[in-house]
Every structure is written in C-alpha cells, then in structure tokens.
C-alpha cells in the first residue's frame, strides 16, 4: 500500500461513555487488578473518591468505541485481513471514577508507508474529557497494515 488517500488530520465525532462501576470491577477482575480501589466502594471513599477507581488501562473500555468508529472508517482505508497491532501509548492526567461520563476524541494522525519492509502504519490521536471538559487522558493508538 505505497499510495493513501487516507485523510490525515481527520477528527471523528466525539463518543461519551458512561463509566459503570460494575465495568470497572469487571475490567479489574478480568485483567487481575486486586487493589480494593478498583473493587470496593468503601475503600475507594475512604481514599477520596466518589466510588471505585478504573485501572488505568480501562481506557480501553471507554475509548473503544470512538477508536472502532475510525479504524473502520472506509475513508481511512485499513486492510483488517493484513493488520497488526503496533503500539499503544497513554498519558493520564488524572483517575476515573464510577458514575463519571467521559468523551473521547479521535483523529487520523499520520499514515505513512515504509516502502523498505512493505508496511504501513496509522497512527490515531486519541483525547477524553471529563464532563468539565478537563483533559483524562490522552493517548496515540499504532496500526501496521502489511504488504500485499
């Protein structure tokens, strides 16, 4: 895939997600999180939240509808067939917690090919926010496409 007409700088519309404790407990048991943050309400109170605290990597869980949205879209063009995961990278500006909605952003980065080796890789820019509009997290989500 030497040639894209992928549309780098693309923004795709911002997807809000409900934060559910359950979610989070789940999420906790099954990646085997044992902190009482994650699972236990009275713990996560008494350390001074609201209610439990998501792992950090549930990021995840609420970004991946909005990342789904662009990895599929036709205008991006990926080769499901011939993808490979590259790289995930996240900044954290603070926890979240149960009962909060938060909204993720996502935009078509780079794409660019590496004629060498016969891939190409698509970089997605992902932002959420809190319901104040304050920055969660960021983070940069890293497809390869091989080759034909």
Known sequence: MADTTAPVGKSYPPVTYA??????????RAV?????????????????YEDVVAPPMFVVVYSSEAIG????DPEVGIDMDRLVHGAQDFTWERVVVAGEEVTTTITLDEVRHVERVDLTYFVFGAQTTDAAGEVVSRGTWTNIVRGS
């Open 32 to 48: 085997g999180e044992t902190n009482p943050l994650h699972h236990d309400v009275a713990a996560a109170r008494a350390a001074g």
């Open 19 to 28: 934060v559910g404790r359950e979610k989070i407990r789940e999420y906790a």
């Open 69 to 72: 949205a662009a990895m599929f």
